[in-house]
């Protein structure tokens, strides 16, 4: 899985004065937490850091720098504005390399469906799963075959299988599913009536 690093400020005056000063000058206020660190960290980083972070699909290990102190990190939550959606605070938590992590990876599609060359639309359900096992292990993406996938069908998350690791999200959940368009139902329904 790729990593990235992020650069980060501790900060010890945790008031609301100062949280608005570290966001007027650009950075985000931060916290890291988890095994092998006592106490959280309060850290702020440059926003523009987060770019490659936040604002893509794919996922990312952290390497927090912390003023030298490098920390292996998972993001587990973002505070946006609900207005402006400025990054307003970034939660990560820490991580051990022989302890298991749990965390969203997305789903990417492979394969041409049947159901999509007889007019069909390839319908998205699920873009990420849930997934536990050791980071070393866990993949950029989880590769999902539609090759077999025909009119009105779907993959479920049972429908997969991962060396590994192990997807966390339900086996029922639907990943995706070839819907029937409406000029093809009408259609299929008119070739019913002929056969009667």
Avoid: W
Wanted: charged fraction near 25%; glycine fraction near 8%.
């Amino acid at each position: 899985m790729k990593s990235l690093e992020i650069i980060g400020y501790k900060r010890a005056n945790l008031d609301k004065k100062e949280l608005a000063k570290i966001r007027e000058e650009g950075s985000v206020p931060c916290v890291v937490y988890g095994p092998g660190i006592k106490e959280q960290i309060h850290f702020h980083s440059p926003a523009i850091l987060f770019r490659d972070l936040i604002y893509t699909p794919e996922v990312h290990m952290v390497d927090l720098n912390i003023e030298g102190e490098v920390i292996q990190a998972i993001l587990r939550e973002a505070q946006f504005h609900p207005v402006s959606e400025v990054l307003l605070h970034a939660d990560f938590l820490a991580f051990s390399d022989e302890k298991p992590i749990t965390m969203e990876i997305p789903v990417e599609i492979h394969g041409s469906s049947p159901g999509i060359m007889k007019g069909g639309k390839l319908e998205m359900k699920s873009r990420t799963l849930s997934v536990k096992g050791l980071a070393k292990n866990l993949p950029d993406s989880i590769p999902v075959n539609i090759s077999k996938l025909e009119l009105g069908k779907s993959i479920k998350v049972g429908d997969i299988s991962v060396e590994g690791f192990d997807i966390m999200t339900s086996s029922n959940v639907t990943i995706a599913t070839v819907g029937i368009p409406r000029a093809l139902r009408g259609k299929k329904a008119g070739e019913e009536e002929e056969e009667i």
